[in-house]
């Protein structure tokens, strides 16, 4: 299967018939900033991860451990919290997994593909395109293969599109 548009990759995740409703947003490193307006156009709700992790710290706390099963609860929370469109796009998503050993890495990939079952919404993590150090080559194809990883592009003053933007 071929790397399809955002819009398309959220309206086939939002099916409810699926256990494991994820997904991967491939982004050109120069246009992580405009991904949160591509996903609005795609009818996607937005969590910027970051943010969301910052205003869950507590009152005087300073460092943020984050490990694999953090993440992953933190996933899970975001997934199980509501969502009007039913599919929610985790922009940066990079900054966890650049903080997790690449052993860990792919087994947070392993777990979203496969394992991440019965959640309320679905979720899409952006990634940067070409961050093989974040999403292996090797999971970029199982992802591909089985229809769950979209694309975005850059094209000048307009910022990210997605396909159907065009």
């Given at each position: ?25 491939l982004v050109p490193p120069t246009a992580l900033r405009q991904v949160k307006d591509a996903a ?57 997994l650049a903080r997790l050993r690449m052993d860990e890495r792919q087994s947070v990939w392993d ?56």
């Amino acid at each position: 299967m071929s790397i399809r548009s955002l819009a398309d990759l959220a309206n086939e995740l939002r099916t409810t018939t699926k256990l494991v409703r994820t997904g991967v947003v491939l982004v050109p490193p120069t246009a992580l900033r405009q991904v949160k307006d591509a996903a609005y156009r795609a009818g996607l709700d937005v969590v910027d991860y970051v943010t969301w992790k910052l205003e869950r710290l507590a009152p005087g706390q300073r460092s943020v451990p984050l490990n694999v099963d953090s993440f992953l609860r933190d996933l899970d929370e975001i997934a199980n919290g509501n969502s009007v469109s039913g599919c929610i796009l985790i922009a940066n998503a990079d900054v966890p997994l650049a903080r997790l050993r690449m052993d860990e890495r792919q087994s947070v990939w392993d777990f979203l593909l496969s394992s991440f079952k019965r959640r309320r919404q679905a979720i899409v993590l952006a990634i940067p395109r070409g961050a093989d150090h974040l999403f292996p080559q090797k999971h970029e194809e199982q992802w591909t293969r089985v229809g769950r990883v979209a694309a975005i592009e850059r094209t000048g003053d307009r910022g990210c599109v997605d396909a159907d933007d065009r």
